[in-house]
């Protein structure tokens, strides 16, 4: 199994600022992952971050308005940049381990005025 | 390309009732489904990860079928508890890319 811990659990933040998630895992893992889950959506996947190198990011994200952070295996950042109300979500931190059962961080809430 | 439909949308028993939440995906060509529980401010907890080769899992109450043929997968809840009260999502993962593909989820309300 894997413990995740997520800093901040919620922010609300002014429009055309920054924000940085922080993503702690209690053990080394490969990859981690970031969601985004806005109101009445489904899980979205933004980006996968690995360790060493440069994050993958999804179609419709990119890594100007979400710069990710590997630092090593336990850690990982997630930024939002330059925020709008409609990046008001639940972000989600993510890794996946045994037989590949996803394990998910308690999320942080967002909301852009 | 990958869908995930969940059906209900929303769900209220009583107390004890068996109930049976459903999750369509429209391309069989899977490697693995797994449902979660989501609890406000907890994000999610894995229940149960079926691979594309089993056809059911079973835990403690819960047990959860695949039928990859018809593109579909049941969570059956017994003797539902007001602690059962969640959204359970459903996902799958496919068998090119080993992306998740989320459905939105069933609300679940179990009244005492």
């Known amino acids: 199994s894997a413990v995740i811990s997520q800093k901040p659990s919620r922010d609300i933040c002014q429009r055309g600022t920054s924000l940085t998630i922080q993503c702690q895992v209690d053990?080394?893992?490969?990859?981690m992952f970031w969601y985004r889950q806005q109101p009445g959506q489904s899980l979205t996947l933004i980006a996968t971050a690995n360790q060493g190198s440069e994050a993958t990011y999804e179609s419709g994200f990119v890594i100007d308005k979400f710069p990710i952070s590997r630092p090593n295996l336990t850690f990982s950042t997630l930024t939002v940049s330059n925020m709008s109300p409609e990046d008001s979500s639940i972000y989600l931190c993510s890794v996946e381990k045994g037989q590949e059962t996803q394990y998910f961080g308690p999320g942080t809430r967002l909301l852009v005025l | 390309k990958q869908e995930v439909t969940q059906i209900p949308a929303a769900l209220s028993v009583p107390e004890g009732e068996n109930l049976v939440l459903n999750c369509s995906f429209t391309d069989s060509a899977i490697y693995n489904l797994q449902w979660f529980r989501q609890d406000p401010g907890k994000g999610l907890t894995s229940l149960l990860l079926i691979q594309s080769s089993q056809r059911e899992q079973t835990s403690g109450r819960l047990n959860a079928s695949l039928d990859k043929s018809s593109g579909r997968s049941t969570l059956y809840i017994a003797a539902s508890q007001p602690g059962d009260s969640a959204t359970y999502l459903c996902a799958v993962k496919g068998g090119n890319n080993r992306k998740l593909i989320w459905g939105l989820g069933t609300s679940l309300g179990v009244n005492p």
């Open positions: 053990s080394q893992v490969t990859m």
